[in-house]
T-cell receptor, first 117, second 113 residues
Framework: DTGVSQDPRHKITKRGQNVTFRCDPI?????LYWYRQTLGQGPEFLTY????????KSRLLSDRFSAERPKGSFSTLEIQRTEQGDSAMYLC???????????????FGPGTRLLVL | GQQVMQIPQYQHVQEGEDFTTYCNSS?????IQWYKQRPGGHPVFLIQ?????EVKKQKRLTFQFGEAKKNSSLHITATQTTDVGTYFC?????????????FGKGTKLTVNP
């Protein structure tokens, strides 16, 4: 048990619907990352937060994707107008970043598997 | 931009054979980490290397950080079916004024019993 939880674990939706995923990080961690992973591929970076600030959003991410971390604790990832190509595992990870060149280790949650029909 | 690259992408071995995966960075890394993802699971942290030339062992796994701190390797001696999974390296990369952990694409290991 890594301490990072994600909800739901599985989501089936129809094309065009909106979906929202939640991630609860390890409580003392200040960073939270979202990744997307398709079968046989490595985690693809989507976005990350340090506390409540969204520091970076992947250029691969369309405007249909939005993420929030309003109080610097849990985060939500919303996909609007889902497409079949959005079907993937969405992974959340948290870490404690202590400064430049520091030893940041990411702890992953179990992921949310999305299937868009 | 800065990247973390891994080879090979896939490796299939007979049980008992050795396995090695290599990780290379275009820039010097302050540290490098290795993760393992079992089929159907999520990446799990294995180890972190910090010092130039550092070598660490975990049972049959040997991790090495290059002298220039730009490359790393993971070697598994006498593979077992429990070693099956994808092994990722990750290093801190500076992009857009911030530093974050960037993962390689991974090496998928399959072991034939």
């Amino acid at each position: 048990d890594t301490g990072v939880s994600q909800d739901p674990r599985h989501k089936i939706t129809k094309r065009g619907q909106n979906v929202t995923f939640r991630c609860d990080p390890i409580s003392e961690h200040n960073r939270l990352y979202w990744y997307r992973q398709t079968l046989g591929q490595g985690p693809e970076f989507l976005t990350y937060f340090q506390n409540e600030a969204q520091l970076e959003k992947s250029r691969l991410l369309s405007d249909r994707f939005s993420a929030e971390r309003p109080k610097g604790s849990f985060s939500t990832l919303e996909i609007q107008r889902t497409e079949q190509g959005d079907s993937a595992m969405y992974l959340c990870a948290s870490s404690l970043w202590v400064g430049w060149g520091g030893q940041e280790t990411q702890y992953f949650g179990p992921g949310t598997r999305l299937l868009v029909l | 931009g800065q990247q973390v690259m891994q080879i090979p992408q896939y490796q299939h071995v007979q049980e008992g054979e050795d396995f090695t995966t290599y990780c290379n960075s275009s820039t010097t890394l302050s540290n490098i980490q290795w993760y393992k993802q079992r089929p159907g699971g999520h990446p799990v942290f294995l180890i972190q290397l910090v010092k130039s030339g550092e070598v660490k062992k975990q049972k049959r796994l040997t991790f090495q950080f290059g002298e220039a701190k730009k490359n790393s390797s993971l070697h598994i001696t006498a593979t077992q079916t429990t070693d099956v999974g994808t092994y990722f390296c990750a290093g801190p990369v500076t992009q857009g004024g911030s530093e974050k952990l960037v993962f390689g694409k991974g090496t998928k290991l399959t072991v034939n019993p």
